[in-house]
């Protein structure tokens, strides 16, 4: 599987764009690029995920780069409960084998 | 009601004991994960199932055993519990068609 390169930590100030970067330079032309969150200690909950193109949601967008060795998640509008640990993952498709790195520590501050 | 539900949430138990968490789930998803946390660290894939005949180890098994049920449940027991097992431990599904993995609320264990 691929390994996923992130940051430790971030800080981004409440109703600011925090963008979040992710280098996976070896990835494979079937892996997806997963994003989740953890809030304390609760259990990492999904964000979103993409295989080429841009993608959007509730939550956040992911843009990925084109020859896909990088991506970034965007919280548009960054509150305090944005604060979290967000993991970065590149997973084949179906083979359950996520790998969570040591994710990057998101600190919003007023 | 939680979709994915972990029993216990806390569990402080002594060296050499063997310990059961389950973990049952009512997303319908045939797929279960169990994952380990160390203190600032991310999730480590202990075992995982794709249903309830087909079970595989993943990056740290040793010292685990898991037990898939039924459909809806997947137990981990730690056979003879050790110190260094003191983690917080999380179970997933996902369903068959998408690798999206939806977490229970996680049991933290504390091996003395």
């Known amino acids: 599987d691929a390994k996923t390169t992130q940051p430790t930590s971030m800080d981004c100030a409440e109703g600011r764009a925090a963008n979040l970067p992710c280098n996976h330079s070896?990835?494979?032309?079937?892996?997806?690029v997963y994003w989740y969150r953890q809030i304390h200690s609760q259990g990492p909950q999904y964000i979103i995920h993409g295989l080429k193109n841009n993608e959007t949601n509730e939550m956040a967008s992911l843009i990925i780069t084109e020859d896909r060795k990088s991506s970034t998640l965007i919280l548009p509008h960054a509150t305090l409960r944005d604060t979290a640990v967000y993991y970065c993952i590149v997973s084949p498709l179906h083979q359950g084998k996520s790998t969570f790195g040591d994710g990057t520590t998101l600190t919003v501050k007023p | 009601d939680a979709d994915v539900t972990q029993t216990p949430r806390n569990r402080i138990t002594k060296t050499g004991k063997r310990i059961m968490l389950e973990c049952s789930q009512t997303k319908g998803h045939d797929r279960m994960y169990w994952y380990r946390q160390d203190p600032g660290l991310g999730l480590q894939l202990i075992y995982y199932?794709?249903?309830?005949?087909?079970?595989n180890k993943g990056e740290i098994s040793d010292g685990y055993s898991v037990s898939r049920q039924a459909q809806a449940k997947f137990s981990l027991s730690l056979e003879s519990a050790i110190p260094n097992q003191t983690a917080l431990y999380f179970c997933?599904?996902?369903?068959?068609?998408?690798?999206?993995?939806?977490f229970g609320p996680g049991t933290r264990l504390t091996v003395l």
């Open positions: 997933a599904t996902s369903g068959e068609n998408t690798d999206t993995q939806y």
């Open positions: 070896t990835i494979s032309g079937n892996e997806y």
């Open positions: 199932s794709f249903d309830v005949k087909d079970i």
